[in-house]
T-cell receptor, first 112, second 112 residues
């Protein structure tokens, strides 16, 4: 298996623009998580899905953030409009039965 | 929600010596405790995990211990090597929850 695949690896965008981050979980995994990593706040859980259904989005910082999982092999995290404080590394992770969470390589987002 | 405290934030040891990283958690119902290693610019990678019904687990030079009464768990690395240099994160999963709450990380430096 290729592991959790995220794209793009790097994204530089201007404030106010829409940003879409993509994730392909490991085949057969039933949970998908979106995390954000910054020096100040560490790794924060934003939202997660179980069998493609959003379960808890209480970590999503604002209404500017939204996430979808239209099928078992694809999820998106969208920020609209983006702001400089959204700059961070965004990780997607997947797991089977809530054990052995595997992270993707992350998307480094810079909003200028 | 769960709160995970991790100490120390930086740990420097001589090559060949042992390293110990400690974490405490707040939710007594937490039942799963993984440890991740993150090298600079890379994804967090699972190195060992322990469930609440086990007190200790070992995998070659790495071991994790769990004290449920005191609500703390520790990572032990013996015979440290240069490739052990990285940031290590502990995490806990609340009882009834699905996502992981992470500690702030420990930067482990192996001195030659």
């Amino acid at each position: 298996d290729a592991g959790v695949i995220q794209s793009p690896r790097h994204e530089v965008t201007e404030m106010g623009q829409e940003v879409t981050l993509r994730c392909k979980p490991i085949s057969g995994h039933d949970y998908l998580f979106w995390y954000r990593q910054t020096m100040m706040r560490g790794l924060e859980l934003l939202i997660y899905f179980n069998n493609n259904v959003p379960i808890d989005d209480s970590g999503m910082p604002e209404d500017r953030f939204s996430a979808k999982m239209p099928n078992a092999s694809f999820s998106t995290l969208k920020i609209q409009p983006s702001e400089p404080r959204d700059s961070a590394v965004y990780f997607c992770a997947s797991s089977f039965l809530r054990y052995g969470y595997t992270f993707g390589s992350g998307t480094r987002l810079t909003v200028v | 929600g769960e709160n995970v405290e991790q100490h120390p934030s930086t740990l420097s040891v001589q090559e060949g010596d042992s390293a110990v990283i400690k974490c405490t958690y707040s939710d007594s119902a937490s039942n799963y405790f993984p440890w991740y290693k993150q090298e600079l610019g890379k994804r967090p990678q699972l190195i060992i995990d322990i469930r609440s019904n086990v007190g200790e687990k070992k995998d070659q030079r790495i071991a994790v211990t769990l004290n449920k009464t005191a609500k703390h768990f520790s990572l032990h690395i013996t015979e440290t090597q240069p490739e052990d240099s990285a940031v290590y994160f502990c995490a806990a999963r609340e009882g009834g929850a699905d996502g992981l709450t992470f500690g702030k990380g420990t930067h482990l430096i192996i001195q030659p």
